[in-house]
Structure formats: C-alpha cells, structure tokens
C-alpha cells in the first residue's frame, strides 16, 4: 500500500521565544548564585541568562564561569577587562543577546533588588500584544511597591527622580528610572543600541527617551523592589551627577540625542 503523507499538524505547539537575561556584574559573587538559581527555579521556557562581568576584583568573574560550565547551556558570561559603567555595560550584553538570536532581551540587576518571580509576566505581556515594544517592572503602577526598608529621603529621591525626568521628556511612563525591563528584539534595533552613550543609571531614561520618540509602546506591570541583599550600592555622586543632566541633553540634542 502507498505512504500518505500527512500535513504537519498545526495544532503543534511553535518553539518557545528565546529570552535572555542581561545581568551586569562588578562585585557580586554573593549574589549572583542566589539570582541564578531564583531564575533557574522559574521554569520559563527559553530562559537564557547573560552574566556581563567589568573585571570584579571579589572573582565574580569567576563565579559566573563555574555557573555557566554546570548550566547545560542556559548561562554564559561575557567578560569585560574594565569598569566603565552600567550602560557600556548592558549595551555590550544585549548587543551580545541580539547576535545569539534572543527573540526577547531582558534587564536585570544582579542585587536582588528587582524580583525574579515577577519576569514571568513581564513576558506574557510584551508578547500578548504585538504593539507593546518593552515591559518595565513598575515600582509606581498600581501594585507597586518600594523596599520596606528604604527611608522616607530615598522614598522621596525616587519619586522625585520620575517626576524631574517625566517633566522634561515627557515619557507617559509612571517608572521612567527602572532599570527592570523586557524588551522586543526588534525594539532594541530601532532604539539604535550600539549608539547609545549614556551610562549609569541615565542609560535606562534614554532608553525610554529614544523607544517612546521612535513611536512605540511601553508597558509598566507592578513590582515590589527590594533592598539589596548582599554588597554595596554603586550610585555615586557622579552617577546622580549623570542622571541630573541627561534629560535635559536629551531634550535639546534633537534626533541626534545621545549619538555623539
């Protein structure tokens, strides 16, 4: 009797998106584990990690290849010889990210502070509709949240550096300083990562700046950021310094912002 074929079915399901996690790294070998193994613990099909390491003197160097030989492959480390910044930091890792195929990029600290079980449905929803180009995990929506144990001068310092970014740029974002966010591949290419040149914690508001000028949509869901768990924060004078001047050079640069 003759083989009939069959038509593929197409009720199979299609192959789970590729996420990468961007986790810039200086100092964090007692954290990074505990990250690891809370994003490990998700389940989420697809999960790729990226451990961009700027030369840790504590060996989180070190820690992130021992993690990624005992992964199977779900985690690699691209090393850095220098600390020059957060944005040269997340620009090289998602620009790694977009070269090994990732179909969705996502931001993530390395401290803790921003909560793994929420990445989740960041995804869902920046894949539930095709005109959302980025989620942010949201201290500032409806359900948000900041750590208990901040004080009332940082609750304000926060709160006040959303309202002075959003009152320059004009955002339409409720978080416009997040640093947790998932992003579209195809968002990252028309925002122009690799000329980006802003660093620290400025790199997240141009980000936003050049995806809302670009046209496209972001959404917040909620968070509870938390206080880190491990080390020291690395928001110095020079940082805030950075963070205070770069709406405004945003602002006036026009559509060359950020590309000199």
Not at 19 to 33: G, K, M, Q, S
Not at 166 to 175: E, P, S, Y
Request: net charge neutral.
């Amino acid at each position: 009797m003759a083989q009939v074929s069959r038509p593929a079915d197409a009720s199979a399901p299609s192959p789970a998106p590729k996420i990468v996690v961007v986790v810039p790294t200086y100092d964090e070998r007692e954290n990074l584990p505990l990250l690891v193994g809370l994003l490990d613990g998700l389940g989420l099909p697809g999960l790729h990690v990226l451990v961009v390491d700027d030369g840790s003197p504590d060996g989180t160097g070190e820690v992130a290849d021992r993690l990624a030989a005992e992964s199977a492959g779900t985690l690699s480390v691209l090393h850095r010889g220098e600390k020059n910044g957060l944005g040269r930091a997340y620009v090289a890792g998602m620009t790694r990210a977009l070269a090994d195929g990732a179909d969705v990029v996502v931001q993530m600290d390395a401290d803790l502070s921003h909560p793994a079980e929420a990445l989740p449905l960041m995804v869902r929803t920046l894949l539930a509709d095709d005109g959302v180009a980025a989620v942010i995990g949201s201290r500032y929506v409806a359900g948000g949240a900041l750590a208990t144990e901040w004080a009332w001068h940082r609750r304000a310092l926060s709160a006040w550096a959303n309202f002075y970014v959003n009152a320059i740029l004009r955002l339409g974002v409720k978080d416009a300083t997040a640093g947790y966010k998932a992003w579209r591949a195809e968002a990252l290419a028309a925002v122009d990562l690799p000329s980006i040149r802003s660093n620290g914690y400025s790199f997240q508001v141009e980000m936003n700046h050049r995806a809302v000028r670009a046209g496209l949509r972001i959404a917040e869901v909620p968070i509870t950021f938390e206080e880190r768990v491990n080390g020291r924060s690395k928001l110095s004078l020079r940082v805030q310094a950075e963070s205070a001047i770069t709406p405004w050079k945003l602002r006036f640069a026009g559509r060359g912002a950020g590309s000199g």
